[in-house]
């Protein structure tokens, strides 16, 4: 059964490009959350969606957006790249919006330049 | 604003040693307490907490929450070097699948 896959892995972007990062969930699962985590931090809470609606959204600019999918996969859009933006974007899957397991995947490090 | 604070931040203990990592949390309207293991990128999930004094077992491991102080202990016995990581604490809470993590305690097993 495959878990949780993102794409790409690694990824360099310029300062004032655009970025998509992609994720597909565990089978089943209908819920997608991302995360922002930066070198000795903790992941940061983005965006979550349950049956392609926008649930929550943490303390990100508006260059930040995302999208569901009939099929539950997910998009993360990041307009007008800022050297800042570069971390790990991790995306999270659960079976429900609330109280249930969040399995994550491994990850896309992205860096801006 | 919802937070979450782990202690120690990091660790360094031999093989064979007992750990404790603590995480306390102030979350809005709490419904549960996760830990996970990341080791180089995904965190992997270990434990999902929602009730008070109820331990949560899988080999070595082993976690409780406690809702009336407002904190979970991770333990691990007879550790591993394969058990360096850093361990991270999130809690869920308000109406949607946010959680909130904390910093991470970064575990360092030596031989």
């Known amino acids: 059964d495959a878990g949780v896959t993102q794409s790409p892995t690694h990824l360099i972007k310029t300062r004032g490009q655009h970025v998509t990062l992609r994720c597909s969930p565990i089978?089943?699962?209908?819920?997608v959350s991302w995360y922002q985590q930066v070198l000795g931090q903790g992941p940061q809470f983005i965006f979550q969606?349950?049956?392609?609606?926008?649930?929550g959204r943490g303390n990100f600019p508006d260059r930040f957006s995302a999208r569901q999918f009939p099929n539950y996969s997910s998009e993360l859009n990041v307009n007008a790249l800022l050297l800042g933006d570069s971390a790990l974007y991790l995306c999270?899957?659960?079976?429900?919006?609330?109280?249930?397991?969040?399995?994550f995947g491994q990850g896309t490090r992205l860096t801006v330049v | 604003e919802d937070k979450v604070v782990q202690s120690p931040l990091s660790l360094v203990v031999h093989e064979g040693d007992t750990v404790t990592l603590n995480c306390s949390y102030e979350v809005t309207n709490f419904r549960s307490l996760l830990w996970y293991k990341q080791e180089k990128k995904a965190p992997t999930f270990l434990f999902m907490l929602?009730?008070?004094?109820i331990e949560k077992k899988s080999g070595r491991l082993s976690s409780i929450l406690d809702k009336k102080e407002l904190f979970s202990i991770l333990n691990i016995t007879a550790t591993q070097t394969g058990d360096s990581a850093i361990y991270l604490c999130?809690?869920?809470?308000?109406?949607?699948?946010?959680?909130?993590f904390g910093q991470g305690t970064i575990l360092t097993v030596h031989p």
């Open positions: 929602t009730s008070s004094g």
């Open positions: 969606y349950y049956e392609k609606e926008e649930r």
């Open positions: 999270a899957s659960s079976l429900a919006g609330v109280n249930t397991e969040a399995f």
């Open positions: 999130a809690a869920g809470g308000t109406s949607y699948g946010k959680l909130t």
């Open positions: 089978s089943g699962h209908k819920s």
